[in-house]
Structure formats: structure tokens, C-alpha cells
């Protein structure tokens, strides 16, 4: 069987790193890296021994498949161009800057026949992985994703550059249609949000609290779920993932500490992650999250099948973003004539005191509204 040609579109960071874990792949050519810019194109050359283009249309008729990695403002232009050309795509993330233009793109994809996978690779981290089987029946979610400030990606805020791969995470968990969003960040060194949390309530009940900053003073990618058995601590960074499910005995509610007598209270004291809430780490099989998602890339075009990560999935992630994006700039400490006015992918009018605050039906009827709008 031919190798599959692909070419690297921007040579920036994470462009070089896809290039590289490419070169590993026995069943890929490696046609390029299209970059604009003559540094970046020169870095490749002499680090990767890698061809290198200026323009797009050099490699348009030469490749079968393409890694974006370009920043986010082109993903969508880029991505179209390739799609309507018959060209396999997988976007880095996030997709695009608006939950419309990925509906476009999952539409042309599927028109095409051709795999539309995003960069969402967090799915492919091992203790995500390991975790798993734990995650069922999930009631609450928690989330900290935090780093220090690198300058990049600045062309968009920490919704979408830090806090989107923990959304994508928590739609994983439940597919439960959203019923409230409520959301708040701030801008420090652009017109973009540096940090920003926000609280997610789902039709099912479950709650989701995720946390992103991006001028943090020390990084930090965690996870706490609480199941219906017990919890799940996942740290991305380790990476690890921890598992706590009480005994039958807490479970069922047949403890009552306050009346237990003084050795008793001293033995559960003791015990407590042994014998009542028992505690263990899960097993990690070391992997590059990237090379995984990668042959999950490759694999899905060579058996005409669907990646781990959709243009569907991630378009509901665009889609959730966009709200938390709503929200940010609606709050109401933010007056007409504060510099976070025009935060988000686009300027939303100042609503009332009670605007940071928004229900919503599911992303279809809501995909379908901006359409009639």
C-alpha cells in the first residue's frame, strides 16, 4: 500500500512536534511544512531535515492528508480549502473561533467523505486513559488548568487555547443537554481573557466547575470527578490517576462517626483511606499523547472509519465555549466602557445585571437559532 502524504501546515511550536512524531510513522510521507514565514520555514529545514513551503497551493495536489497547526484565526480558511480539495484534516485546537464556522466545517467534511479529526489531546493522555472505566455516572466535575504566560496563542483567549481541552473532557462524561452556564475572566496582558472560570450545569444533573489561567505562577492540569461510586483524581501533568470508593459499610450509610466510641473514632481515623474510603492508583501505560492521536489520524483514514475525536465533538465544544465566551463579556462588573468589551470571538451588547447568567436549550436548537437569527 502507497504511504499516506501528508503535509505539516505552520511551523510554529506545535507544527515542529507534529512534523517530528510524523517522521516515525512507516506508513506516512511527509510531502512538507507550509509556513509564510521564511525563519520558521529555515528552523524545519535545519532541525527536521524537512522540505518547506511558502504558500499552501504548493502542496494542495501532492498530499492526500494534512496536520493544521497554524493559529486558530486561519484554522477555518486553511481547513475549508483542504476539505473542499478532498484533503483528510486534522485541526489542532481548538477547530475555529465560532461554533458556526465548525458546523460548516463538519458539513463539508461529511459532504467530501473525508476524516475531519481535531486536536483534542487530551483524550489520548494516558491517565485519561487508565481512568476510563471510573468515570461512569458522573455527578460533578472539577478542573484546573493552569500555566505560565508563553506567548503563544495569543491571538485568542484561555477559553479557547487552555480551558477548551477540559470541555471537551467533560462532554465526554455526559451528554445531557446544557441548562445554565455561568462564567467570569478577565484580560491582563491583551484584548483576550488570561484567565477565567466557569460553572456548567447539565438537564442530568451533573455540574461541571472548570478553572484555566494562563499567568499562573506554577502550572497545573488536574481533574476531580465524583461518580456514583466514589471519586477520581486524574493530574495530566504526571501523568497519574487515583481512584476512591468507600466501603459497602459508608456506602450504604451504616457508619455514624459521632457515636462510635473513642478507639473506634481513633481506628476509622487510622484507616480512613484503607479500609473506608480505600484509595489506589491506577496503572499508567506511558505514551506521546500526540503520536497517539496521530495513528488514531492515520488509522481512521485508512479504514474509511471515525477518530476518537470528531468534527461533531468538537464543533459541541466550540459550541459550549461560545457560551462560557457570552458569559465573560455579558457579566455585568463590565461596563460599555471597560477594555473586556470586546472580549470573545465577537462584541456582544451589555445586558443586565443578571446577563453573566444563561440558560440554554441543546447545541442543536441553539446551532439552529443563530441560523434562522
Known sequence: MSPLRVAVVGAGHLGRIHAKLLKQHSSVEIVGVVDPIPTARALVESDLQLPTFAEIDSVMDRIDACVIAAPTTHHYRIAAQMLRQGIHCLVEKPLVLSADEAVDLVDLAEQMGVVLQVGHVERFNPAWQAAQASLHDTRYVETQRCSGFSGRSTDIGVVLDLMIHDLDLVLQLTD????????????????????????????????????????????????????????????????????????????????????????????????????????????????????????????????????????????RTIEVAERILTCIERHAWYGPASHLHQMGPTALPMLSPESHVLEFGTPHQETERRKAA
Open 176 to 315: 445531557a443537554p446544557i441548562r445554565r452556564v455561568e462564567a467570569f475572566g478577565q484580560a491582563l496582558l491583551g484584548k483576550h481573557e488570561d484567565w477565567a472560570t466557569a460553572r456548567i450545569t447539565f438537564d442530568d444533573g451533573c455540574i461541571a466547575s472548570l478553572k484555566a489561567s494562563r499567568v499562573a505562577p506554577q502550572p497545573l492540569r488536574t481533574m476531580h470527578a465524583v461518580t456514583a461510586q466514589g471519586w477520581v483524581d486524574i493530574d495530566f501533568s504526571g501523568p497519574t490517576a487515583r481512584v476512591i470508593e468507600p466501603c459497602a459499610a459508608i456506602a450504604q450509610h451504616d457508619v455514624d462517626f459521632d457515636v462510635l466510641a473513642p478507639e473506634q473514632k481513633q481506628s476509622v481515623r487510622e484507616g480512613l483511606f484503607q479500609h473506608w474510603l480505600p484509595r489506589r492508583d491506577l496503572e499508567i501505560v506511558p505514551c506521546n499523547a500526540i503520536l497517539e492521536e496521530q495513528k488514531d489520524f492515520v488509522g481512521a483514514i485508512v479504514t474509511h472509519g471515525s477518530p476518537q475525536v470528531t468534527g461533531v465533538q468538537a464543533a
